[in-house]
């Protein structure tokens, strides 16, 4: 029985192991901010596209989801969509300005 826990995470030998994707730095957090910066300047683009007339065109067909015409429920489902994730982003980048704003006040 071989000890595999002898070895680091990015030994070629290691069943699993992806030589090419470097271990995890522990000195960054799980949750990095830049990334919800990121994610939250790329959702107004999102949706514009998802927004835009050609991409909005796919779903004029003649085709009902209860009662209610595929094209207003694909253009109510993206805007709650867009609502959900922009209140999602808003609450994982709250701790950030509130850490900006608590430096700010201790400047002056």
Known sequence: MRDETAR???DPSRPGSDPSRPA???SRPASDPSRAVDAA???PALGVFLLMPPTITLFAVLADVAGIPLIVVYMF????ALIACAGLLARRLAPLHDDDATRRDAKR
């Not at 489902?77 to 709650?80: D, I, Q």
């Open 8 to 10: 680091p995470a990015s």
């Open 24 to 26: 995890s730095d522990p």
């Open 41 to 43: 300047k790329a959702l």
């Open 77 to 80: 489902g993206v805007w709650l």
